[in-house]
């Protein structure tokens, strides 16, 4: 960069010296378009350190105490151990190189400044100003917007208090006390995360009590039947959750939830039955829905990091309370200005960032499980599969250059221990994928059975402790022959080990907790797309399938109401589509409107 900048010459001086200022700037600009981060040199160290790295072998590595103490970080309760990544120090150091050559800080500044980041989009990325405290000052296109975010956040509150206290009442008079969510993708996972760990916190219990909390996400009428079996519509609010107010799934959903209220109670309920959560308040309005009962975001919110926005507060605070939501907000709150403030060998997020980098790009390890040893994260992995995978499965950098390397990682996950019963043998002998253990000192419930050895969130953590050992150290066949193993078995029951994984250990599992572990692996994310130089903030790789999917909806609906044939697919998709109308030709053309009767 230095380097081009010498030769290029100086903005003054005769017409033609300007021209060829021009131009050179254009070459500037095309050079620094393609220039990869794979073309610069401490990506080509890092190529070559692999080399080093495959010499080495955890059982080694973790023997040096020096080594594991430095990779050992902690910030506001949060304890993260790398010691288990196939990594020296001068791993380290040659991975903060290359931040540094993505420009890492600066890429972390632009966003927390408000430019432009997702640029295919031509968005700034400001999820950071949802949680940020009310004197705040962020940016975008030169307007503070932490007084619009905090104007929705005591909307929520004051909304959410009124239907919890029972003055904001139903068509029939009734308080409201079962909420549906209506939403997909990042209208629902993120909340749904949130809520599933929450809904065994102590404090949280407290505030929840005679309420439910639904979600509504697939298209599957079976879904609505799910999230309405039960439910009372006179005792039920419905918020139809959509950033764009548009998604086909998230809109038929929400029709078919209307006609469920309005079947029971008259059309005119739905006023008191139904509130918004979006971005687009004219489609809020049109589909009949008060805009006094709208709560916005804002098109600098991703639908993925959305969850801190009125998207998860409004649904968590009629179950929780506001002020418990308050707390998630501000533990989220304080891992962004760690993110934004450490140095990078403190920074949490950086870290699991550029260690991430490190197993996909150089190791050549493409998958990750998030193993979280608590039951209440249960959801964390689906959420996060979203985050990772929609921000970083992308096949060009940011200025649309082809990648030479892989970007984004396959995610998934689920609690231990039950993981351990299910795919942990592939991860111990088969295919190695580095794992994080998420674990929590101070269990949400805890039980003792007088007589035991431990206590059951003991007999849980016991295995959180073990399982990243079992996959750093393994098992030799020396260690098998001592045990007097026998011959046929020992290449059956060795291990070959040398498995990454990294620890995280939070103090407990409150709603402040929650929110800095959610905020921890955005950035993460972040990180990665930054160093990848790629967009981690658009998506338009879910377009083509909807699109697809517009073409069959019209197909279904000509074969069913005109008996038009299946035309303008291919051989296969014909095959299946016909075989499909056939066999459910007992459909009539025009049927009177079913809902579920469970
Ligand atoms: O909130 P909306 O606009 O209904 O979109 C739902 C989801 O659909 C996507 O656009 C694609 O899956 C996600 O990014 C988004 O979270």
Redesign the pocket.
Known sequence: MLTAALIFPRPFGPLSNRFAFNESITLLLRWLRTTLICDTQPWKDLKAHVEDIKKTHLRDLMNDKERCESMMVEFDGMFLDYSRQCATLDTMAKLYKLAEAASLKQQINRMYSGEHINSTENRSVLHVALRAPRDAVINSDGKNVVPDVWKVLDKIRDFSEKVRSGSWVGATGKPLKDVIAI?????FLGPLFVHTALQTDPEAVEFAKGRQLRFLANVDPIDVARSIAGLNPETTLVVV???????AE?MLNARTIREWISSALGPSAVAKHMVAVSTNLTLVEKFGIDPNNAFAFWDWV???YSVCSAVGVLPLSLQYGFSIVEKFLKGASSIDDHFRSAPFEKNIPVLLGLLSVWNVSFLGYPARAILPYSQALEKFAPHIQ?VSM?SNGKGVSIDGVPLPYEAGEIDFGEPGTNGQHSFYQLIHQGRVIPCDFIGIVKSQQPVYLKGEVVSNHDELMSNFFAQPDALAYGKTAEQLLKENVSQHLIPHKTFSGNRPSLSLLLPSLGAYNIGQLLASYEHRVAVEGFVWGINSFD?WG?ELGKSLATQVRKQLNASRTKSEPVEGFNFSTSKLLTRYLQASSDIPADPPTLLPRI
């Open positions: 939403g997909i993708g990042g209208s959750v959509s950033k764009t107010f548009t998604t998230t991703g639908g993925r979203q929609e998506q879910v």
